[in-house]
Nanobody
């Protein structure tokens, strides 16, 4: 079902902002759950934010509520993650994921998602 390509990662200081993009090609995710996960070295992959591309409903992990915003641009088949007030503990590889089933309930569990991008690194220095 196509490819997911992340971009926008980089290095910022604590308190800074970054916007990640996840561009989907080869398939239009018009009514699917799409999500961002992050994984730090030695830790499990953790759900950050998810969106239902059919209705725009969102769900966030507790550690990012109020700081991160997930959004979509259906015309570009792209999902974004706006990250504000970044903290050193946000440092991780960030992955975009998509579920091929119709999105009825939004989960932030990695095993609910079937397609993954290669990831983009985010590093936040104190």
């Amino acid at each position: 079902r196509g490819q997911l390509v992340e971009s926008g990662g980089g290095s910022v200081q604590s308190g800074g902002s970054l916007r990640l993009s996840c561009a989907a090609s080869g398939y239009t995710y018009s009514n699917n759950c799409m999500a961002w996960f992050h994984q730090a070295p030695g830790k499990e992959r953790e759900g950050v934010a998810a969106i239902g591309t059919g209705g725009g409903k969102t769900h966030y992990g507790d550690s990012v509520k109020g700081r991160f915003t997930i959004s979509q641009d259906n015309a570009k088949n792209t999902v974004y993650l706006q990250m504000n007030s970044l903290k050193p503990e946000d440092t991780a590889m960030y992955y975009c994921a998509a579920d091929y089933l119709p999105c009825t309930v939004i989960f932030l569990a990695a095993d609910e998602y079937n397609y993954w991008g290669q990831g983009t690194q985010v590093t936040v220095s104190s």
